[in-house]
């Protein structure tokens, strides 16, 4: 969504709280309501359990490019993990939902042979009256890339049974209202390969010390039951992982968190 359709929208909410200010509280307690719902789960008081962000990452450490710095994106861990996720369990081929400027899907290729992303059509995009450039700008990144396959469709009703069992790493970063998670996280574990797969989900923190506890909701609402055990948060990120191995000790996430042990960030202009 662009800048102006997102202050647009603000705007419009206020004044519908300005004028109802009951709605407010209405809002503010469906989170509530998210959060006192996975509460009742006592190992998920602080939300989803948390790995530790350096126990993926190389010694080397890793490149992120490209990286646009702008609104609407991922965070450079964020992008990262999926790069360094894709690396760890060797990854063949790679699914996501949500395609945006195709930073995310860019990170996957610079490893992964064979890969998927799924957005709205330009022309669907274009019948919901959104932002001409805003359309324009998916794929800005990804369009050309020859491991990169673009799908059109909606991911509520695209028909995914040709991928299902065969994606090594899936990219959940849809549309975030609850329902459409729960959804696109069933998808997800129908995508990917039995027993090994992968899944990352974006926007499952407000920011890397909190829970976006809708979200949460949705993830383990729509994660199979004998799959649960296997759902955590990644520290650093607003990520949360489907990750189905042991060799990561798991910890809680904590606020304020602790930088452990921080980072070096090296800039450079991309020359992609």
Not at 20 to 45: G, Y
Not at 143 to 171: C, Y
Not at 202 to 227: C, F, M
Not at 248 to 262: D, E, F, I, L, T
């Amino acid at each position: 969504m662009s800048n102006k359709r997102k202050l647009n929208k603000f705007f419009r909410a206020i004044a519908q709280v300005i004028k109802q200010p009951a709605l407010l509280n209405l809002v503010l307690d469906q989170e509530d309501d998210h959060q006192r719902e996975m509460q009742k789960i006592k190992s998920l008081e602080h939300g989803f359990p948390e790995l530790p962000f350096n126990a993926f990452l190389p010694e080397t450490g890793i490149t992120i490019e490209p990286f646009a710095f702008l609104e609407g994106g991922s965070l450079v861990t964020d992008l990262a993990l999926i790069r360094m996720m894709a690396l760890k369990i060797n990854a063949q081929q790679y699914f996501e939902i949500g395609t945006w400027r195709g930073e995310s899907v860019m990170q996957a290729a610079a490893s992964v042979p064979d890969c998927f992303t799924l957005n709205l059509s330009a022309e669907e995009m274009h019948r919901r009256n959104w932002n001409p450039q805003y359309i324009d700008l998916h794929g800005f990144f990804s369009k050309n890339n020859p491991r990169i396959t673009h799908l059109e469709g909606d991911s509520r009703t695209f028909d995914f049974s040709r991928f299902n069992g065969k994606q090594d790493l899936v990219f959940v970063d849809g549309d975030h209202h609850f329902d459409s998670v729960v959804q696109d996280t069933q998808s997800a574990f129908k995508l990917v390969t039995p027993e090994s797969g992968v899944i990352i989900w974006h926007d499952y923190g407000h920011n890397p010390e909190s829970v976006r506890w809708n979200v949460l909701h949705a993830i383990w609402k729509g994660t199979p039951e004998a799959q649960r055990k296997h759902l955590y948060t990644v520290s650093n990120t607003i990520s949360a992982v489907y990750y189905p191995y042991s060799d990561v000790p798991a910890g809680v996430r904590k606020y304020p968190a602790v930088p452990n042990p921080g980072f070096s960030v090296h800039l450079k202009k991309y020359q992609g």
